[in-house]
């Protein structure tokens, strides 16, 4: 990471250590060092910020948006260009040649306003892929976080930093690290699940692939999402307010973005639309500047997210107006306001213009945006590569292949009575269902295929688009730069007609939405144009179609993915009497939009299967057919229909283009299915949150006394379980060993290793291991067969781990594991951790590390993990991070629940650690 800088209230910028002489750089004193590649970020930044004016300055703090939903008018609004510009304007393009073009002629006009020719940084979504036509898409969030597998992680992301910046992008908005424990919550598909260790470990990966490992030649600036406690909100309301303790806090909601800092320098942060403890985060210099910077030592970018600043007024009315929500942003860290100006503007920030705070602030802002721009070398590389550059990297086959191992490595075999894999052999199947015959179901929210789907008259739910406020215009229909009518009455009268029964309940009579819902019905043209978006993709039934053999398909609709239209259901039956199996497609629709019954704003209180699914799952059990469940969506399956009479369920969330041919492929053995669930799944709403690691005596370890051990009408444990999912054959965990050395010793030891993980320090190993002045932990005791760890306390002062010859204390958790079963797989081997007895309330166990292995038949393999005990560090009665004394247990297994061997290690004396540089997930080597 850069040294932090400091700014005179003038706007020169003094550098925190002596700078080289100008010569040294290669150019004269009077020469402009911003203009010189070879000069550091820093160093080109200072210089250039010194010769701009306070409109230009503050040209630099606010996007454009060319997006036909925008009220933005870029000769009205932006005279000296624009330090920032949404992508959402090329996204509405035909293809990512005409995308491209569009990048690179916006680039020029806005370079051309400016007297130095700063060119903007172009921002795109990147977290299901990059947000434009004809790139790869991928799995949702919380299907890539179902992998559990970092390394494959970062390949993936690896190729959607390069197609982004091909594209003209140097911004990507992901990974998201927001911790989700509320399944009502729309936007869970999103996210890493609920597990702080492993969001931290798929961040880091994701962060290190966008970025190309500091090789922003081919990468992207990487921007977390949503900085802080975001899915921690109030009814699983997206927006509202959460009330988050500072211990719970830093702990575990700040846990993965930490670690993304500190471990593969994260250059973006995208603060959250909430508020935290009364406080807007977006407004918050006790969160943005306290917490993120001087705690965290973040030192990269502040980026809003879109009509953020302005909500500060709008809608939080934490501002008497604009100008004072945006100071207040200003002051408390945000650096660039998105997607538009309005709190940002120069007319607007004028009153403020010799307040010696706001100019220190908009000093260190415009800093931190040129220093980036330098970073990526926005200023020598402005543009979109050349066509024939982009179609070549565009359709390089590897792509498919990366997109088609994070579908295959996403799935999650949930329950298999035998049924799975089904045989090729002659026989009739019928697949029941909505997302079967849906392209459109492969895709969630956040994908180019979702935010397409308003060119049919789905209104927007995302925040930020679309929405009428001082500077936007209501959404309409549009695509490729023209206007296109809405769906009329008369259409949608027969959509309605089609499917429903005529029970219009909470749908209040409208045909135009699902009945028993407000979900609005998807056009009849929906599958077309999903084969347009993505040509030669393949919804699920044409998959297993083409994957089947001698099997016999029919296929009925059913029902649909909201609601509680039974209309289909005869028809459905009628086909199932002559299948010898059926196989249904169940869960919701993952968007963006109104036809979405989850997403962005699409919250629910409802988190188990739509009724009219639940219900023709108990007719169809009365035929007595083997029954197995494919279940889509943004949040797990929740079904006591599903639970009582499938046979088998696999859990596919959205897989992405190859998520069809994925999915067609595992049922029928070709490929062994391995995800794990990375959230724990309630019975019902009223069960949350229900979460593994919850406090000792709470949750299903509640323990105390009383008349019943669970709810009156709910077990107090979860449906399935963290870290949950099956395999087609059976593994064997033996021969348990726990070991201390110092992390130093082991990282040699294993060197020669072939396949090693990119752990906690790795080839680093004394990072984050010493604080000058503090006294060195004693490391490396085995008294009795039992692995001990000593610690020192001087005087009564704390102690901080890791000394310069022998490296940070660490444990060595060594096991073997064996394919014992009729196939070959993958396991995923999950490391868990428990404090059992600690001054704070500490979790039950916690996720220390993870490993997904694959083994062939009869073979074994030996893992080890190696976790630096400074990720045993919790915040104590006086806010420190420390690591106290006392016993470990160490528990190692298939998922939470499902625990094969236990061991245990000690610390025998107490240390404090740099909370920021302490371990966040164990190093694993193979």
Request: aromatic residues 8%; proline residues 4%; charged residues 25%.
């Amino acid at each position: 990471m850069t040294e932090k800088k400091t700014l005179a209230q003038n706007g020169d910028i003094q550098a925190q250590e002596e700078e080289k002489p100008v010569e040294q750089a290669g150019i004269r004193a009077d020469e402009e060092r911003y203009r010189d590649p070879g000069a550091s970020p820093d160093v080109r930044a200072r210089d250039l910020l010194a010769r701009m004016t306070w409109e230009e300055k503050l040209a630099q703090l606010v996007g454009y948006n060319e997006a036909v939903w925008s009220a933005d008018d870029f000769d009205r609004d932006y005279p000296l260009g624009a330090g920032q510009v949404s992508f959402f304007g090329g996204m509405e393009k035909q293809d990512i040649c005409e995308a491209a073009r569009w990048q690179r002629e916006l680039q020029e006009r806005i370079m051309e306003r400016s007297r130095f020719r700063i060119p903007a940084l172009f921002h795109v979504e990147t977290l299901c892929g990059v947000m434009l036509p004809q790139a790869t898409s991928l799995p949702s969030g919380i299907g890539q976080a179902a992998t559990f597998d970092p390394e494959h992680q970062e390949r993936v992301m690896r190729m959607v930093g390069r197609q982004a910046r091909a594209a003209g992008a140097t911004q990507g908005f992901s990974p998201v690290l927001d911790v989700s424990r509320d399944s009502r919550f729309g936007r869970q598909g999103e996210t890493g699940g609920e597990d702080p260790t492993l969001i931290a470990a798929m961040g880091c990966a994701s962060v290190r692939g966008l970025q190309q490992d500091g090789e922003f030649a081919h990468g992207v600036l990487a921007t977390a999402k949503h900085f802080l406690g975001y899915h921690g909100a109030q009814g699983g309301i997206h927006a509202a307010a959460c009330d988050i303790p500072e211990r719970l806090l830093r702990e575990v909601y700040a846990k993965p973005f930490q670690a993304a800092v500190t471990e593969a320098d994260m250059r973006g942060i995208m603060p959250c639309y909430g508020s935290v403890n009364g406080e807007p985060v977006s407004g918050s210099g006790q969160i943005l500047r306290g917490l993120l910077r001087e705690e965290m030592g973040f030192d990269g970018l502040t980026v809003s997210d879109y009509c953020a600043v302005q909500e500060i007024c709008e809608r939080q009315c934490a501002a008497e107006s604009l100008a004072e929500a945006g100071k207040r942003a200003l002051l408390a860290g945000m650096q660039q306001e998105l997607p538009s100006g309005n709190c940002f503007l120069p007319e607007t920030l004028e009153v403020y213009r010799d307040e010696a705070a706001v100019c220190q602030a908009v000093d260190e802002a415009v800093a931190e945006i040129l220093e980036e721009k330098f970073r990526v070398g926005l200023f020598e590389n402005p543009y979109a590569a050349a066509e024939d550059e982009l179609r070549e990297l565009y359709g390089r086959p590897e792509n498919q292949e990366l997109t088609y191992r994070s579908a295959l490595e996403s799935l999650v075999l949930v329950k298999n009575d035998g049924v799975l894999p089904l045989k090729r052999r002659a026989q009739k199947i019928a697949v029941i269902g909505y997302h079967a015959g849906a392209t459109r179901a492969l895709y969630g929210g956040y994908t180019y295929m979702s935010m397409t789907e308003s060119v049919l008259g789905a209104k927007t739910t995302m925040a930020g688009v679309g929405q009428p406020d001082s500077k936007k215009v209501p959404s309409t229909a549009w695509i490729d730069g023209k206007e296109k009518a809405k769906p009329d009455d008369k259409r949608m009268a027969q959509c309605a007609a089609q499917a429903d029964d005529g029970k219009n309940m909470q749908s209040g009579g409208n045909p135009a939405v699902w009945s028993g819902s407000i979900v609005e019905r998807e056009h009849p043209d929906a599958e077309r144009l999903a084969k347009e978006l993505a040509p030669g993709g393949k919804n699920l039934l044409e998959a297993l179609r083409e994957t089947g053999g001698e099997v016999s398909f029919t296929y009925t609709f059913g029902y649909p993915y909201a609601g509680d239209d039974c209309s289909g259901h005869e028809e459905a039956l009628a086909a199932a009497r002559e299948a010898d199996l059926l196989l249904l497609t169940v869960g919701g629709k993952y968007g963006t939009g109104t036809t979405a019954s989850m997403g962005e704003g699409i919250d629910g209180t409802d988190i188990n299967l739509p009724c009219c699914q639940e219900r023709l799952i108990e007719k169809l059990a009365g035929l007595g057919k083997p029954m197995v469940l494919v279940h889509f969506g943004g949040r797990p399956i929740s079904s006591d229909a599903a639970d009582q009479y499938a046979d088998a369920i696999l859990e596919a969330w959205n897989p992405g283009e190859k998520g069809a041919e994925a999915i067609a492929h595992t049922l029928f053995g070709d490929y062994n299915p391995a995800g794990r669930m990375p959230v724990t799944t309630a019975y019902c709403a009223g069960q949350i949150p229900v979460y593994y690691n919850h406090p000792n005596g709470s949750s299903y370890h509640q323990g105390t006394v009383s008349a019943f051990r669970q709810y009156v009408d709910c077990p107090h444990e979860p449906r399935y379980y963290f870290g949950h999912g099956l395999s087609y054959t059976q593994f064997d965990y033996s021969n348990l060993r726990v070991s201390m050395k110092d992390a130093d010793t082991i990282a040699k030891e294993d060197s020669g290793s072939a396949e090693k993980s990119r752990g906690a320090f790795g080839a680093e190993g004394k990072k984050g291991s010493r604080e000058v002045g503090r006294e060195p932990v004693a490391v490396g005791k085995e008294a009795g067969g039992e692995s001990a760890v000593t610690g020192k306390e001087a005087g009564g002062e704390p102690t901080v781990a890791g000394k310069e010859t022998g490296g940070e204390p660490a444990v060595r958790i060594e096991l073997e594991i064996q394919n014992t079963g009729g196939m070959d797989g993958d396991e995923v081997v999950q490391l868990y951790v428990r404090d059992e007895r600690a001054s704070m309330v500490r979790p039950v166990m916690e996720l220390a590390g993870f490993r997904r292995i694959h083994l062939r038949q009869g073979e074994k393999k030996s893992v080890a993990f190696v976790m630096r005990l400074s990720q045993l560090a919790f915040l104590d009665q006086e806010m420190r991070w420390k690591v106290e004394a006392g016993r470990f247990e160490v528990l190692v297994g298939a998922s939470a629940k499902d625990i094969r061997l236990r061991g245990e290690f000690t610390v025998e004396e107490s240390f404090w650690v740099d909370g920021k540089k302490r371990g966040f997930f164990a190093e694993t080597i193979v």
